[in-house]
């Protein structure tokens, strides 16, 4: 059956159907021919109820035999089981994806966290799932145990539309090694500080910034790092950038300027757009589990928003192999790599357009949406520490003046580091997912192992982990960069570096870290250079964007305190943009 054209539920119904109906009855109405040939008379309505029955014993007789079989398996590594949520599947996977939409981010897991400890387990309707935020467990995914686990079916059949084969639905060791060798050179020290390309397109941004400031409108920040990290990247791997500053900025929605067709028209609206929804559509995916399809019955929310993305890439991608045709940059030295973009290194390596386009797509979302999140965020919380923009410009002014910072000029501003490290402490991202490869345990500090069963989806949030007392002090719900400078380093962090991982860690560690901290502190610089205070403009901020009135402030959380509404794909956003208002500098230069 040629699937590759129907939506996904249709897919999902019509596998199932296969497997439970049509193939059963199929079977008992070949027998029943066979048995009506030599003399035996079967009515025709057994042939439908006996497969049903029959699917309802085998069920019965498997689930038994695997909670058995898990159990004996259990006792002979000296196992326990980890406490499991007394909830139903549907409940549960309802209340997930409807957090995941319109909730405060992690909430879901946090509620139930208070209840069942830091570890549980639950069930859905085709899967069994854990849920933690121990960094023991998570350094046992990520590292000691990091072959146990991989990425999986469920996560792969959820990302694939959007990104194919690639570092972010693939984890296979061979698979690694060549996104690795691929990519690694490009993230490289020599690279990141080359700081032309930032340069240009923050001078590009920041220009505008003024110049909106000065018609006496608020602008979105959000939408400007956007456009700032994706214009820079795609100039950093491609060598060619997809000018979206170009568009201009958005006006707030009561603004007669609000629909200018220059804004709504430009053609890099349409891939910001599209890569924005299609993310969002991918993490609901993940979040409903396997039966994610069931939720795509009429049409893939996906594909024809990877399609935008392939609109732009394939051009870039057929001149790169024209110019591997004419024997243009041969591989074979190091001055040559030096002169190099990723995409042509990946042609260069690659004869599947697909695998470089796929891989194109992930690696433009891994070096682009990491920054600009970090960058949405450090203005937020400028917006609500004040006296945190005066310690920045501080440290900055004493430090570089007016004039551009170099990569050790960023390596020496400590304050600005210890920022940004709160910042992806206290607003990381989210989630992983991963599944369990074989049948394995987790550490239970030092009691009996926790027992985890084989196709296991593991999924843990450092969003929470970074946010628990017991790991990171009484004071862990306050944003206070001073945690990465005084005692309390050395108290937590320093003897349990596991508490602290917003990119990851051991083999799966994210290749672009240093690059998203070198460029947002880069931005940071300039926009502090040019700006002395910055305040939220809630009184253009979407309906989307404002936290509901019944959001009060709960133990445990900083969800009743927030001004925003959080969002996660990838990443975590503010929904509806952020919008804010700044003070132009009266002791900055002019960029």
Not at 55 to 72: C, P
Not at 259 to 276: E, G, R, W
Not at 349 to 366: G, H, M, S, T
């Amino acid at each position: 059956m040629a699937t590759n054209y129907l939506p996904p539920g249709i897919v999902y119904l019509y596998h199932l159907a296969f497997s439970v109906v049509i193939l059963p009855c199929a079977a008992l109405w070949a027998l029943r021919h066979i048995l009506t040939e030599s003399g035996f008379s079967i009515p025709a309505w057994l042939v439908f109820v006996v497969p049903f029955v029959l699917q309802v014993i085998v069920r019965l007789v498997h689930s038994w035999y695997m909670g058995f079989a898990i159990r004996r398996d259990a006792a002979a590594k000296g196992a326990i089981f980890m406490p499991g949520v007394q909830e139903s599947s549907i409940s549960i996977m309802r209340r997930i994806v409807d957090n995941f939409k319109n909730g405060y981010p992690s909430e879901v897991f946090q509620k139930r966290s208070e209840r069942y400890g830091n570890t549980f387990s639950f069930g859905t309707l085709s899967s069994k799932w854990v849920f933690t935020t121990e960094p023991e467990h998570i350094k046992a995914i990520l590292a000691t145990q990091f072959r146990d686990f991989e990425k999986g079916s469920t996560v792969f059949n959820a990302m694939k539309a959007l990104f194919g084969v690639g570092v972010f639905s693939m984890d296979g060791e061979t698979f690694m090694l060549f996104h690795r060798t691929m990519t690694k050179p490009f993230f490289n020290k020599d690279r990141i500080s080359d700081f032309d390309n930032f340069e240009r397109h923050a001078v590009s941004t920041i220009t505008q910034i003024k110049e909106r400031l000065r018609e006496g409108y608020p602008l979105d920040f959000q939408d400007v790092v956007a456009r700032f990290t994706l214009d820079s990247a795609t100039e950093f791997l491609f060598g060619k950038d997809v000018n979206s500053i170009s568009a201009g900025l958005p006006y707030p929605a009561g603004s007669p300027l609000a629909d200018n067709l220059h804004f709504v028209n430009h053609p890099s609206n349409a891939f910001v757009k599209a890569f924005a929804r299609a993310q969002e559509h991918t993490m609901v995916r993940i979040k409903s589990g396997p039966s994610w399809p069931l939720r795509e019955l009429l049409r893939d929310k996906v594909k024809p928003l990877r399609q935008v993305l392939n609109d732009f890439i394939e051009p870039l991608l057929s001149e790169g192999y024209e110019r591997k045709a004419k024997g243009v940059k041969p591989v074979g030295s190091e001055k040559n790599l030096e002169d190099m973009t990723l995409l042509d290194r990946l042609v260069e390596e690659a004869d599947d357009p697909k695998v470089v386009q796929d891989e194109l797509v992930n690696v433009l979302v891994a070096g682009r949406d990491s920054t600009a999140s970090f960058m949405t965020m450090a203005v937020y919380m400028m917006c609500e520490h004040p006296d945190m923009v005066t310690r920045l410009r501080s440290e900055i002014l004493g430090k570089v003046g007016t004039r551009r910072p170099t990569y050790e000029d960023i390596r020496d501003m400590k304050y600005l580091r210890a920022f940004l490290n709160d910042i992806s402490s206290l607003l990381p991202n989210v989630s992983y997912s991963w599944v369990s490869t074989v049948a394995t345990t987790l550490p239970n500090k030092g009691r009996a192992p926790y027992y985890v069963a084989r196709d296991t989806l593991l999924t843990y949030s450092v969003f929470l982990m970074h946010r628990r007392t017991d790991l990171w002090g009484p004071d862990a719900l306050e944003f206070d960069p001073d945690r990465f400078l005084d005692g309390r380093l050395q108290k937590y962090l320093t003897p349990n570096p596991y508490i602290f991982l917003p990119f990851n860690a051991g083999p799966r560690i994210c290749l672009g870290q240093q690059f998203a901290y070198t460029e947002a502190s880069y931005y940071l610089i300039r926009l502090l250079q040019s700006f002395s205070s910055f305040s939220l403009a809630r009184d253009v901020q979407p309906a989307e964007g404002i936290p509901p009135e019944s959001w009060t402030p709960t133990p445990g959380t900083t969800k009743g305190r927030e001004k925003i509404m959080f969002g996660v794909h990838i990443t975590i956003y503010a929904k509806g943009g952020l919008w804010v208002r700044m003070e132009e500098a009266k002791d900055g230069g002019t960029l």
